[in-house]
């Protein structure tokens, strides 16, 4: 008897680590963009509308990881990875993740740049918008940009990126630009980037900084941070490949003035591995969850 009991104790004492170790893991608010798993996603069938069990499996494993968002990167034809803007939310909360965002943009046409006249465009948007509220969003971003061939092409794309960020708002949604490196270029004597935080209405227009990008295109995000203060509502945190292996980025430095930027959100996005891509997203997460200098919660 007193033999069992021991043995009882010191199957416990060594399961203790184990369970220290899971109930003190870091949680944080971390999304992900679903460009990391695009090509998971590719691999998901969606016939006759039915929901396919291996993308609904995804989305939960992502919450697994400790992932707390999504956002999305396949708005088409009125639909969100060829669901219904209702079913892709249901989707994603049952998965036990929030929809936070989604990228997703239109170009202006040369008459449109020409003119100045982007009314046919607005058309589009104001369908966009309706079917990203109906998804549960919170954020639309725009991911690219060609660089404008004249500052009077650049002035037309912020009067037209004001005017969709003022229908955002009057819906309760948010409106934002994303970067790459080419936005660092300059459009006649201005730095694109520069021009476009200077001529974009605070109201209704908020950047969502690539700390990577910003990075590649030879700049500081803090030095933007403090001489754009508040225009950063949300950061895409990215690397070479898995997030904080390359050295590339200071993230120590980013977070630490997440503050003076404004950032209420931080979006994990992974374009490139070094190992398969879901141990590759989740070795980002837990570079995330393990920084010091990441907060639980920007929001």
Same mark, same amino acid.
């Given at each position: %008897?007193?033999?069992? &009991?021991? #043995?009882?104790? +010191? $199957?416990?004492?060594?399961?203790?680590?184990?369970?220290?170790?899971?109930?003190?893991?870091? @949680? @944080?608010?971390?999304?992900?963009? +679903?460009?990391?798993?695009?090509?998971?996603?590719?691999?998901?069938?969606?016939? !006759?509308?039915?929901?396919d069990a291996a993308y609904i499996a995804l989305l @939960?494993? +992502? $919450?697994?990881?400790?992932?707390?968002?999504? *956002?999305?990167?396949?708005?088409?034809?009125?639909?969100?990875? !060829?669901?219904?803007?209702?079913?892709?939310?249901?989707?994603?909360?049952?998965?036990?993740? /929030?929809? +936070?965002?989604?990228?997703?943009?239109?170009?202006?046409?040369e008459e449109e740049l020409a003119s100045g006249d982007f009314? @046919?465009?607005?058309?589009?948007?104001?369908?966009?918008?309706? !079917?990203? /509220?109906?998804?549960?969003?919170?954020? &639309?971003?725009?991911?690219?940009?060609?660089?404008?061939?004249?500052? /009077?092409?650049?002035?037309?794309?912020?009067?037209? =990126?004001?005017? &969709?960020?003022?229908?955002?708002?009057?819906?309760?949604?948010?409106?934002?630009?994303?970067?790459?490196?080419?936005?660092?270029? /300059?459009? *006649?004597?201005?730095? %694109? =980037?520069?021009?476009?935080?200077?001529?974009?209405?605070? *109201?209704?227009?908020?950047?969502?900084?690539?700390?990577?990008?910003?990075?590649?295109?030879?700049?500081?995000?803090?030095? =933007?941070?403090?001489?754009?203060?508040?225009?950063?509502?949300?950061?895409?945190?990215?690397?070479?490949?898995?997030?904080?292996?390359?050295?590339?980025?200071?993230?120590?430095?980013?977070?630490?003035?997440?503050?003076?930027?404004?950032?209420?959100?931080?979006?994990?996005?992974?374009?490139?591995?070094?190992?398969?891509?879901?141990?590759? &997203?989740?070795?980002? #997460? !837990?570079?995330?969850?393990?920084?010091?200098?990441?907060?639980?919660? =920007?929001?």
């Amino acid at each position: %008897m007193k033999l069992r &009991i021991y #043995l009882y104790v +010191l $199957a416990v004492l060594l399961m203790v680590p184990f369970a220290v170790t899971a109930q003190t893991k870091a @949680k @944080k608010e971390v999304a992900v963009q +679903l460009y990391s798993v695009r090509s998971l996603l590719d691999k998901v069938d969606n016939k !006759d509308g039915k929901c396919d069990a291996a993308y609904i499996a995804l989305l @939960k494993k +992502l $919450a697994k990881m400790g992932y707390t968002g999504i *956002e999305a990167a396949n708005y088409n034809n009125g639909k969100f990875y !060829d669901r219904t803007p209702q079913q892709f939310k249901k989707d994603v909360e049952s998965a036990g993740l /929030k929809v +936070l965002s989604s990228h997703c943009g239109k170009a202006l046409s040369e008459e449109e740049l020409a003119s100045g006249d982007f009314s @046919k465009s607005l058309q589009w948007w104001d369908q966009c918008i309706a !079917d990203h /509220k109906a998804a549960g969003m919170i954020y &639309i971003v725009t991911p690219w940009m060609d660089v404008p061939k004249t500052l /009077k092409e650049l002035d037309v794309y912020c009067a037209y =990126y004001n005017e &969709i960020g003022k229908r955002c708002k009057q819906q309760g949604l948010l409106f934002g630009y994303h970067n790459h490196a080419h936005e660092f270029q /300059k459009v *006649e004597d201005k730095v %694109m =980037y520069d021009y476009m935080l200077e001529h974009t209405n605070p *109201e209704y227009v908020f950047f969502q900084m690539d700390v990577y990008w910003v990075v590649r295109g030879q700049n500081s995000p803090v030095d =933007y941070f403090n001489k754009y203060p508040g225009r950063f509502k949300i950061l895409h945190i990215k690397d070479h490949r898995e997030i904080g292996q390359s050295g590339m980025v200071g993230f120590d430095a980013v977070f630490k003035n997440a503050k003076v930027a404004g950032v209420k959100h931080i979006i994990a996005e992974i374009e490139s591995y070094s190992m398969p891509v879901e141990k590759s &997203i989740e070795v980002s #997460l !837990d570079y995330l969850l393990d920084a010091p200098f990441v907060k639980a919660s =920007y929001n």
